[in-house]
């Protein structure tokens, strides 16, 4: 079965540049989560998009912004990169009808 | 807001038996959603089970069920004939209709010995 694929799978930036973090639902899946996650800390909720609107943000810094597109992949954008933004970044998708989420493999961004 | 509790840090179990991971919730709705997550040494994350609140029965997928007990906000899971591959970090999580995040507890990291 398809699963979530989320581009790059790793990526190194140094302090002050800018990331684009991408994803791509599950085939009909139109709602799309951003996570972060720490070492050793649980997944924190960023922000989540259904039809291309915004559902649900979380904790995300005004560093970030997000979008998703006509065909229903997101892309996370990240500016003026920290250290403490070193992390796992995780897309999940889901169908509207549905609350389960599917996760991506996601991206570990390392900041130096 | 909702939280949600993981008192076990750090749990092992023998090859073939059986263990139980335990998770409690806070919450003042009645209808939501939980979730146990396994995230391997690869880091992905991987649906285990799930569990809709307004169900009685408990949910079981396979070696993997669910123990729900609604009024005391307890959602615990049990692994039966544990298998070296069981090995993980356990998240639990809750989910609520109209707030499209998942919350997760910190996570049990469960060893299998052989």
């Known amino acids: 079965a398809a699963g979530v694929i989320q581009s790059p799978r790793h990526l190194i930036k140094e302090k002050r540049e800018t990331a684009t973090l991408k994803c791509y639902p599950i085939?009909?899946?139109?709602?799309v989560y951003w996570y972060q996650q720490g070492p050793g800390q649980d997944p924190q909720f960023l922000i989540s998009f259904y039809e291309k609107m915004q559902s649900d943000k979380g904790s995300i810094p005004d560093r970030f912004s997000a979008q998703q597109f006509s065909d229903y992949h997101s892309e996370l954008n990240m500016s003026s990169l920290e250290l403490g933004d070193s992390a796992l970044y995780f897309c999940?998708?889901?169908?509207?009808?549905?609350?389960?989420?599917?996760f991506g493999p996601g991206t570990r961004l390392t900041v130096t | 807001a909702q939280t949600v509790t993981q008192s076990q840090p750090e749990m092992s179990v023998q090859e073939a038996e059986t263990v139980t991971l335990s998770c409690t919730y806070d919450?003042?709705?009645?209808?939501?959603?939980l979730f146990w997550y396994k995230q391997p040494p690869s880091r992905q994350m991987i649906l285990v089970i799930r569990?809709?609140?307004?169900?009685?029965q408990n949910a079981t997928e396979n070696r993997f069920s669910v123990n729900f007990q609604k009024a005391a906000k307890s959602f615990s899971l049990k692994i039966s004939d544990s298998q070296l591959g069981d090995a993980a970090m356990y998240f639990c999580?809750?989910?609520?209709?109209?707030?499209?995040?998942?919350?997760f507890g910190k996570g049990t990291k469960l060893t299998v010995n052989p």
């Open positions: 919450t003042s709705e009645s209808d939501y959603y």
């Open positions: 569990q809709e609140a307004y169900k009685q």
């Open positions: 085939p009909r899946h139109d709602t």
């Open positions: 999940a998708s889901s169908p509207y009808y549905k609350y389960e989420q599917y």
């Open positions: 999580a809750y989910y609520q209709g109209g707030s499209e995040k998942l919350v």
